[in-house]
């Protein structure tokens, strides 16, 4: 089984479509180009790294430089918003807050901004690479073993935090494992621990004796209990389902979760093929999965400062997010935002209207030239219940 290649007419409205689901938003000319492209080489621009602007460097540089030299946590959120509202390269992005989403770490616990931007690193680096890679890196992760108590993982008590999120919600889903899974799993990953904020293997307090996970036996260390997660079966359809939720739709057909789950299953959990395929498939530009995404925080807030070209104030805009919902670095729970019809309710519809109204008639969450309708059409077309959803 495999997604069927999109074969439809390719107006400004696909284009547009792509460069909103793929990349949060688009001006005009963007859309143009895209159109002009087509939808192959359009695609391959989002999935291909693109040479960011000198200005752009420098004050994402400043940024994180400032956030780390002051451990201010604020700073490094204005720092990522700005990369969300104004990189080259916004697929890495958006693929970035889906990992941190679903490894989801934060800095009320963790409480280092370096552990968190370093994480944020590795989310980045590996946005569009190997799922495989990215799961090795999380269980190394400074943040991570903060976060899920990996120094209270010893050989006389293990702790089984990191091995029950590892698959219950990073790599198969519940159901596909066992509580003795997670026992074992946890006693491969003892002495896993932190020293001096650096990733440290504690020997005296890993247990050496043979684990037994998913029937195997014989295991002996972390890094064999992840490869046994990737390779069930039910990982890549795990990494399918949540990709077509941020991609497609919130409720996927399974025929197309198979489909996808193939993809990735064949091409070795590698993202960016898997993506591909997906975005040039005709189930990505079906009529029924259009506008069927409720926009998260980062989505409107971001999406409306690329969709306007705003020259955005960074701090404003992530501080907006947060009382939207979306707090970065900062997920609710171990299973991060869970999005869809919880991003609305009665406060944040207040908010987002004003968020409408704030940018059509004011400055505060950036500047930009006027579009040609004004500023009355403007906050109308901000405010319209469809320009919410993806």
Not at 248 to 275: K, M, S
Not at 352 to 376: I, L, Q, T
């Amino acid at each position: 089984m495999s997604l069927s290649t999109y074969n439809g007419r390719w107006t400004r409205a696909e284009a547009s479509h792509l460069l909103h689901r793929a990349g949060f938003g688009a001006g005009d000319n963007e859309v143009e180009r895209a159109l002009a492209d087509g939808v192959e080489a359009s695609v391959e621009r989002l999935l291909t790294p693109q040479r960011e602007t000198g200005a752009f460097e420098r004050t994402a540089d400043l940024l994180h430089r400032s956030a780390l030299g002051a451990g201010n946590i604020g700073t490094l959120k204005s720092w990522w918003f700005y990369r969300l509202a104004e990189s080259a390269n916004p697929l890495v992005e958006r693929m970035a807050l889906l990992w941190h989403n679903h490894f989801a770490t934060s800095f009320a616990k963790v409480r280092s901004v370096k552990a968190m931007a370093d994480q944020n690193a590795l989310f980045r680096q590996h946005a569009l690479g190997s799922f495989a890679e990215l799961s090795h890196a999380m269980s190394r992760d400074v943040a991570m073993l903060e976060w899920l108590d990996g120094n209270a993982n010893r050989r006389r008590h293990p702790n089984e935090n990191f091995a029950r999120e590892l698959m219950e919600l990073f790599t198969l889903g519940v159901g596909n494992y066992s509580e003795a899974d997670i026992q074992e799993a946890a006693r491969a990953f003892t002495g896993w621990h932190v020293r001096r904020g650096e990733f440290w293997f504690h020997k005296a307090q890993h247990d050496p004796g043979a684990k037994t996970v998913f029937g195997h036996a014989g295991v002996q260390g972390g890094d064999e209990v992840v490869d046994l997660c990737l390779e069930r079966n039910a990982c890549p359809r795990f990494i399918a389902t949540k990709l077509l939720r941020e991609f497609l739709c919130p409720a996927p057909p399974e025929r197309v979760v198979d489909a996808l789950a193939a993809e990735l299953r064949a091409g070795g959990l590698e993202i960016a093929p898997a993506l591909r395929a997906l975005f040039l498939s005709a189930e990505f530009y079906a009529p029924q999965h259009r506008a069927s995404i409720i926009k998260s925080p980062a989505a409107l807030v971001a999406g409306t400062a690329r969709d306007l070209q705003m020259r955005t104030k960074p701090a404003e805009c992530a501080a907006l997010m947060a009382r939207l919902g979306q707090d970065l670095f900062h997920p609710p729970t171990v299973k991060g935002w869970e999005g869809d019809r919880l991003w609305i309710h009665s406060a944040s519809l207040i908010a987002r209207a004003n968020f409408a109204a704030e940018v059509a008639g004011g400055n505060r969450y950036g500047s930009f030239d006027r579009p040609s309708e004004g500023k009355e059409a403007l906050q109308l077309r901000l405010s319209l219940p469809e320009y919410q959803l993806e």
